[in-house]
Every structure is written in structure tokens, then in C-alpha cells.
């Protein structure tokens, strides 16, 4: 695995690997910004502080062995520092060192195509996730103009010529499969976006020159994005979550005592 993420941080130096974390930076700062807790995890790409805009007091980047080295001259890699700083751990992603329902939000920027087995890694998410917990993902759409190339350029690297367009990762995930793993986790999704819609090229000047597919495709092509984001949220069958009862309950009106069987004294009326 340790192969794979070295060719990941190596492409998103590229000016397409550029274009792709802006818009997932993008993305995650909208979507992290108003989640609320005490307890934040991301998991995996260090070149990415997908947490910088959420404001719970205890973040964590968990990283596996390899990626520890990809730590160094990463200050640099975001527009802007982080609100609050994030405690590197090393761990492995099947096999997170937190208790069952402990933490209140997981990031998995491309973590999941990235796993040697992606199924454990989300049920390991699952086990340390709260109730209405939510885990945010991000990965490479399959099902894109991008897929496309990548499959295309493994097909001609068997005839032997052929360079890949994409990093030489895990599997890539679909959208739909994904969500049905989700599912059988008794996840329940949020919202799912699409982004990242120019064509496969590689050149800035080419990219630039296609920035109106991307307007284009969120109206008229959404689902064929280069990239795709999913957030969820962990139900718990049988389970209901108490709200604080924050408006104060009203006193009971005083009731006029009742006179009865009141025996008249001589004298009166």
C-alpha cells in the first residue's frame, strides 16, 4: 500500500491533482463547517486538513505507516492553518485505537480506494461512530470521463504502451456501490455531490480553457463527475436520541378552592 500513496501525493502536485483538492477542500469546508460534537477523526491524506473549518475542540489525522513520511513540508499544503491543530496518530484503518461510539464525525478523503480492504475500514467507522454520527466521503468517480481514460490507458499498458492518467490506487468505488455498503452498515445518506467535470488533460493551459463543463455538468451531466461526496449518518435501530426540553413548562393555573358542604352559621347570608 505504501507504493500506492506515494503515487497519490505525487499526482496531486499535478495540475490536475490541484484542480481535483481544491474543489474537495472546497467541498468539505462547506460540509464540516456547521457539524457539531466534541470528537473529529480524519483519516488518511495528509496533504488535505479537510477538518480546518469545524470547530470541535478534539481533532485527530490518523495515518498508516507509510504515509507518517508525507507529514514533512506539509504546512504549506492548504490556503489557510487550521482552527484548531490536528493530533497526527499512526494506526491502522481497520483497527482504530478509539472505544465503540466515541467519536462524532469521520473523514475518508479517498481513504476508501486507498484501503487494502475498504469493507473493514467502514465498519470499523461504523463501530466508532456515535448515533446520528456522520462520516463524510470522498473518492474517484469510475463512472466518469476520467474512469473512462484510466481504463482505457490500463487497457494499452497490457499491449505495453500506455501512461495512466490517475494514481495507481486501490479499485475505485462507485457511487451506487458505495451506497449500498452504506446501507448495510444502517447508514443513512445525507446528501452525495458530484464535482470536477473538465475533461482528462493534463496541461493548465488545456484545463483552463474547459472551466464551463464544469458549470455545464452540475445542470446537465451530474452524474458523470470526476469525483463524487457522500455524507452520512449512523442510525441505530430501536434507538431514539432525547432532546433538552428547552422551553420551560408552564405552571398549572391556580384552581378556586371548592366550598362545599359549608354549613350556614345563625345570622348570616
Known sequence: MGSQIIGFTDWFRTPPGEYLLAWERERFDLAVADMFGYHALQLGLPELDALRSNRMPHKWLALQGPESALLDGLSGADEKPPASPRVALLTDSAALPFPESSLDLVLLPHTLELSNDPHATLREVERVLVPEGRVVISGLNPASLWGLRQRRAHFYRRLGYGELFLPEAGEFIGYW???????LLDFEVESGH?????????????????????????????IFGALYFVVAVKRVRGMRLLEPNWKAQKAPATAPAALANQIRRPGSF
Open 194 to 222: 458530484f464535482g470536477c467535470y473538465r475533461p482528462a488533460v493534463s496541461r493548465p493551459a488545456s484545463l483552463e480553457r474547459f472551466a464551463w463543463m464544469d458549470r455545464m455538468g452540475e445542470r446537465w451531466w451530474p
Open 177 to 183: 456501490r458505495l451506497r449500498d455498503w452504506l446501507r
